[in-house]
């Protein structure tokens, strides 16, 4: 009689705490969606010594999807993840004129993460990841000037640190909500060197199995 007591109480409690029953070890998948707020870029060219110009970029989009596993506690996976910008404006020393094309990265990473479970559905937690990003420009050119589209891209590495947390909805499924700052090492197009970097803010889900 106690051990049937003992197994009704502690199923009830697993299903009180769906942050209990969602504790679990072994693989996942996961994808998210949100916003990229790209940083402005500094862009210099080899050719001319002194000259740097500020590129701006429209708010953009940035999506992800990933394989890991999860050792209980601390987690590893590989990325694949696709965010877009459209140029908005070039300045230099005060003068600005709009511009026109986009910027987007393809980035491959391996991420590791350390989760902070705890007694609630939610789940903080801490990642970081390396890898490769290819960046491309695509059908850059100065609004109205009549000269013909620039596009380029280069292979460079990647790097993100971010913060987020989970919670548990069911046994195998977490919402997930995260920020990501994303960097690459500066991509270089021809002579001209530029960087690369963004706040990402995303919401998506785990599912374990």
Known sequence: MKKIVLCITGCALLAANPAMVSAREGMYISAHGGTALASDSDLTDSTVPGLVIDMEYDAGFAVDGAVGYDFGGLRLEGEVALQKHDLDKAKYRGVSVDLSGEASSLSFLVNGYVDFKNNTPLTPYLTAGMGVASIDVDNLNVVGSGVANTSDDDL??????????????????????????????????????????SHNFLLGLKVSF
């Open 156 to 197: 460079v590495f990647a790097y993100q640190l971010g913060v987020g947390v989970g919670y548990g909805v069911s046994e195998s499924v977490d919402l997930d909500l995260r920020y990501r700052y994303f960097a690459t090492t500066d991509p270089e197009f021809g002579s001209t060197t530029s960087e690369f970097g």
